[in-house]
């Protein structure tokens, strides 16, 4: 990076000051707010030690944290398109899926290295000796999204297809999908390189999440362990057999009591279904073998034929399964059982094949500076953007590959660079700008919006609202209730303090503060976010009832602090943006509270003098929620 500035004539921009570093460090690894404490503590240890061995004490104990695997296990899930519905007409809720969000969290708090954590997602359950958590683990596949609401003629491709894109994205940076109607048009992907992934993710089992004329949940996978496997399948399917006979017992018998004559044979009848329904309920309040929302082997693998034009209707030649031919085109053996994730996983992770440990040590990079080096994060492909500093990206992906795929370290190696500790300030003033107007030669760290995530965990962190929990199981209605339909689809948002990667996340619609602030589409791979400024994110940080709640409880904390109105207003701006107040920031915000105050005492309407002064305080707080600052990393 330095040759490249000095080759354009520019100098790297000095240190930031150790109190923005250490926001800088805490958003970027935890995504919430450094302590006041915390502040103190590394601009002590950086005069005590240095920076880099300041920044370097700080990042472990921050990545030991479980609030890291939240933050980062979030980034990941944009990439997957998680969402806990099914994202079909009526959008089914899948109680399940959280249990694949939780794994993600787990993975990279406990620095599960990159190559395992793609091959758990990918076959997870194929592996010797699984564990529960590798199996849940192929919730990434059955993440994919569900189309349509018909059952006898159901667009399961429409599903393997969302799968495909899916994976070529996320583990290869690769527009995979642009090749099922057609040889890729910029990339050397053939429509037989789509197909041959094709047969294996249509060898695969999906689980059903229900749909508005099939509601019955059915294929999720029991968490027994694999010797039980057999067994546990087989009650599962029984009860879901038992299930739907029952149900269509009571459908029947209630269309009898419908048209039956008022007489013994219609209260026969209506006695018959009154007995069908407790059964159902019975069954349903019946304690079942824990299941996983995941994957597993189809009935009957077998190669797929190419769809001319992209149409299943219309089969043409079969394509053996296999992998990429530019990357290898490893074939499954003529002998092999199974749909070939085994295979494939090995194929993505072989020594020869460069892109997975290319594409994750961008997307790293990407977290910590806001853009990649390759600034199209899910296209590596002709149709993306070069990298930057290609030189770079090699090494880093080299070293991550090399020295065993540990996120964790990829982190301290980012975080502790002369690069990542420049200020967001350039030397040079305008001309810098002029040379690199959108930092892509980084001659200044850029400057970034915070996640709407990380808004709404630090608005609930000031108020001391934050549970810092793990996430739990969403209230969503019970099964025997789920008549959603495509005119009455699924629709709910439930209030939780907890972080923001614990909301449910629906398919079809964002959260409301989420959407605000933009967080990821559930619909599609979210490669980076786009930042807005609008009218609403301005409104919402002005008259929100959640801003107002947190706004007066840091209020409270804030006037128990101190007595007196400057250690007060210094304490503000330490736990609102890292720093004190300077002089002309304390004479502001006194100003603020001395207009208030005044004219409180003309409109106050009767009401006391502390509770006026409390509102004076509370009206401040807003104000600096407000700023820029508090929404912005330097």
Not at 553 to 582: H, N, Q, V
Request: glycine share 6%; with cysteine; hydrophobic share 40%.
């Amino acid at each position: 990076i330095l040759s490249r500035l000095e080759s354009e004539g520019l100098a790297p921009a000095a240190d930031a000051a150790p109190e923005v570093l250490i926001r800088r460090l805490t958003y970027d690894l935890t995504g919430l707010p450094p302590s006041p404490a915390e502040v103190d503590v590394f601009t002590e240890s950086a005069t005590t030690h240095g920076l880099t061995a300041a920044i370097r004490m700080a990042a472990d104990r921050l990545l030991a944290s479980s609030a890291y695997g939240e933050a980062w296990g979030r980034r990941w899930l944009d990439v997957v398109r998680y969402a806990d519905t099914a994202g079909d007409n009526s959008d089914f809720p899948i109680p399940q899926m959280r249990l694949y969000r939780d794994w993600v969290i787990a993975a990279f708090n406990r620095d599960l290295p990159y190559d395992e954590f793609v091959r758990e997602q990918l076959a997870g359950d194929l592996l010797p000796r699984r564990t529960n958590d590798q199996l849940t683990a192929t919730g990434y596949l059955a993440n994919a999204r569900r189309f349509g609401s018909r059952v006898d003629d159901y667009p399961t491709h429409l599903t393997i297809e969302d799968t495909i894109d899916n994976f070529g994205r996320a583990f290869l940076g690769l527009t995979i999908n642009c090749a099922r109607c057609h040889d890729h048009k910029f990339d050397p992907i053939t429509a037989a390189d789509y197909y041959a992934l094709y047969g294996i993710f249509s060898s695969t089992r999906y689980p059903w999440p229900g749909i508005e004329l099939d509601q019955r949940q059915r294929d999720l996978v029991p968490l027994v362990p694999q010797d039980q496997m057999a067994a546990a399948l087989t009650a599962g399917h029984k009860r879901a057999d038992e299930m739907d006979r029952l149900e269509k017992e009571e459908k029947r018998l209630a269309e009898t009591v419908k048209d039956a004559a008022d007489g013994p044979a219609k209260e026969a009848a209506q006695q018959k279904r009154e007995a069908a329904r407790r059964a159902i309920k019975e069954l349903a309040a019946r304690p079942a073998v824990p299941r996983a929302y995941a994957v597993s082997e189809g009935a009957n693998p077998a190669d797929a034929p190419i769809q001319l034009r992209g149409d299943p209707t219309k089969p043409g030649p079969m394509v053996r399964r296999r992998f990429l031919t530019i990357l290898g085109g490893a074939e499954l053996p003529p002998d092999a059982s199974g749909s070939g994730r085994a295979k494939l996983a090995e194929w993505v992770l072989a020594p020869s094949n460069p892109l997975p440990a290319r594409v994750m040590a961008n997307r790293l990079w990407q977290g910590h500076f806001g853009k990649g080096l390759v600034a199209t994060p899910n296209d590596f492909g002709k149709q993306g953007r070069a990298p930057t500093h290609p030189e770079l990206l090699d090494w880093l992906a080299s070293r991550f590959a090399g020295q065993g795929w540990g996120v964790k370290e990829m982190h301290r190696l980012i975080v502790t660079s002369r690069t990542w500790r420049q200020s967001s300030v350039p030397r040079g003033g305008p001309e810098a700008h002029e040379k690199d107007p959108g930092q892509a030669l980084l001659s200044s760290f850029p400057r970034q919006r915070l996640s709407a995530e990380a808004i709404r965990d630090t608005l609930l962190e000031l108020g001391g609202s934050l549970d810092r929990s793990p996430g739990g199981e969403h209230p969503f209605p019970p099964q025997e209730e789920w008549n959603f339909t495509q005119h009455h689809p699924f629709k709910a948002v439930y209030p939780t303090d907890k972080r923001s990667v614990y909301l449910m996340t629906q398919r079809i619609q964002r959260h409301p503060f989420l959407a605000i602030f933009d967080g990821a589409d559930p619909s599609t791979s979210t490669a980076w976010r786009a930042v807005s400024t609008t009218p609403l994110q301005a409104l919402f940080l002005l008259n929100d009832p959640l801003v107002h709640e947190q706004a007066a409880k840091f209020t409270d904390r804030l006037l128990a602090s101190a007595p007196e109105e400057p250690d007060r207003i210094r304490a503000a701006w330490r736990e609102l943006f890292a720093r004190p107040p300077d002089t002309g920031e304390m004479e502001s915000a006194h100003a603020f509270l001395t207009s208030l105050r005044a004219k409180f005492a003309i409109t106050g309407g009767g009401k006391p003098p502390g509770t006026l002064e409390v509102e004076a305080w509370q009206s401040l707080v807003r104000a600096l929620l407000r700023l820029n600052e508090f929404v912005y990393l330097d």
